[in-house]
């Protein structure tokens, strides 16, 4: 599929996807109640959530897809045979990491809790499994199928919700279990559209031993920002109180576009990244680094206009009323997004060069800094949130900055390994 053709149904993909998930978040805003710590409490498990996904997708997923790379295209549509023996008893083991968050949530009501820990736990078994058939489907060269597949997902999410607000579904199922429901039919949906367009993919289902070698650093350094996220997310909800954790949850759905733009650019761009990198082509990273910066930051002041103040022109005020009742913390939380999404590049070209060690060492910097902003909850209240995020992301910046003048000042590596690569943001 040419890249004229590639870009719309790689937008269409990300942003439905992403729809998918923020239409579950504008619910559980707008149902889950602020004030006795609801809102704060649904964060703890989206929090934790990004985190079990992370597992799966950087220790078997994402280094299964690499290897599907040396096929054909039509054979690697077909090589769901190879990577899901392997990747699948992974994401159910990193789905049970979601119980962690029944420690800092303890003392909210069984009747919340059950049901946020059981539809959590699946999502974050099935969330990755989907996230990969469609990655497959785009290195395939049948982007459309990806689309498709993401688009199927939103419309069962959308539905879900709707039937359960009509038949009085108790509201700690729907979040979750939208997602339950959205991921399980668009899995099946994906994988018979790539059963029809595969040819078989030859040898042997992969092993855990073998993708992990080349997975651990990405676990590892995937592993620290969400939980990271999920860490100063604790802190607040102990020393601050869910009622304030639940008001940076609001701010933080509210603020969720921008990113979902980040995700489409990046698809774009990170290809090309990763070449520079590489390569060592100093000159053609400078361009791509100003390049997203030019996309990030222009959208982003104009999502910070528009969605970052309580106006009547700004939809998420009446989508996400609770994400302005503190004054300035969505816009500060758009800022936030603004500084980590402009960074994609950088991280890209970093991993084309190999540089995965320098990633997470930045990364274990980073994440005692964001911990650290996170106890000024006392003080600083919802504002901890982002503030602590955007610690990480200025620390990030300083950190790739060094990375990126070492990479550049060597020679390019004579037998380079390129993977495809996400970016790293701040949520799903």
């Known amino acids: 599929m040419g890249l004229r053709k590639?870009?719309?149904?790689?937008?269409?993909?990300?942003?439905?996807?992403?729809?998918a998930t923020f239409g579950t978040g504008v619910y559980a805003a707008n149902y889950f109640d602020r004030e006795s710590g609801e809102l704060g409490v649904y964060g703890l498990f989206f929090a934790i959530f990004l985190v079990a996904a992370i597992?799966?997708?950087?220790?078997?997923?994402?280094?299964?897809?690499?290897?599907?790379?040396?096929?054909?295209?039509?054979?690697?549509?077909?090589?769901?045979?190879?990577?899901?023996p392997v990747g699948v008893p992974v994401a159910m083991a990193g789905s049970l990491v979601v119980l962690i968050a029944l420690i800092p949530a303890s003392g909210a009501k069984a009747s919340l809790l059950v049901p946020l820990a059981?539809?959590?736990?699946?999502?974050?078994?099935?969330?990755?499994?989907?996230d990969h058939v469609r990655r497959v489907m785009h290195q395939a060269g049948r982007s459309w199928l990806a689309a498709t597949t993401s688009v199927t997902q939103l419309v069962v999410a959308v539905l879900f919700i709707t039937v359960a607000i009509v038949i009085d579904l108790d509201k700690a199922w729907i979040p979750?279990?939208?997602?339950?429901?959205?991921?399980?039919?668009?899995?099946?949906?994906?994988?018979v559209l790539a059963h029809r367009s595969?040819?078989?993919?030859?040898?042997t289902p992969f092993h855990i031993r073998d993708l992990g070698i080349s997975g651990r650093w990405l676990t590892g350094f995937?592993?620290?920002?969400?939980?990271?996220?999920f860490v100063a997310a604790a802190i607040v909800a102990v020393i601050a109180g869910n009622d304030i954790l639940g008001s940076a949850e609001a701010s933080r759905v509210a603020g969720r576009p921008l990113l979902v733009f980040v995700t489409g650019v990046s698809a774009v761009l990170n290809p090309a990244s990763l070449v520079a990198g590489r390569d060592r082509l100093r000159a053609e990273g400078a361009r791509l680094m100003r390049l997203a910066r030019i996309f990030v930051i222009g959208s982003g002041l104009v999502f910070l206009a528009w969605m970052g103040f309580d106006w009547a022109g700004n939809p998420m005020t009446y989508l996400v009323e609770e994400a302005y009742t503190v004054e300035f913390l969505t816009a500060v939380t758009i800022v936030t997004n603004i500084f980590w999404g402009m960074l994609f590049s950088e991280e890209s070209q970093l991993i084309g060069g190999?540089?995965?060690?320098?990633?997470?060492?930045?990364?274990v910097v980073a994440t005692g800094v964001q911990i650290a902003v996170a106890f000024t909850a006392p003080v600083t209240e919802a504002f901890a949130v982002p503030l602590s995020m955007l610690a990480f992301g200025i620390t990030r910046w300083l950190g790739y900055r060094w990375s990126l003048a070492s990479l550049y000042s060597e020679p390019p590596d004579p037998h380079p390994e390129t993977m495809e690569f996400d970016p790293t943001l701040p949520v799903a």
Do not use: H
Request: charged share 10%; aromatic share 8%; proline share 8%.
């Open 6 to 19: 590639s870009i719309p149904a790689g937008l269409l993909d990300a942003g439905s996807a992403a729809l």
């Open 222 to 229: 995937g592993l620290l920002p969400v939980g990271a996220n």
């Open 198 to 203: 595969a040819q078989p993919a030859p040898g």
């Open 55 to 84: 597992v799966p997708f950087k220790l078997a997923f994402l280094p299964g897809e690499v290897r599907l790379l040396s096929l054909p295209k039509e054979q690697q549509l077909g090589g769901f045979r190879l990577t899901l």
């Open 354 to 363: 190999g540089r995965e060690v320098d990633i997470f060492k930045i990364y």
């Open 176 to 191: 979750f279990g939208a997602l339950v429901a959205a991921n399980t039919i668009s899995i099946g949906v994906g994988l």
């Open 118 to 130: 059981i539809t959590t736990v699946i999502t974050g078994f099935l969330s990755p499994i989907q």
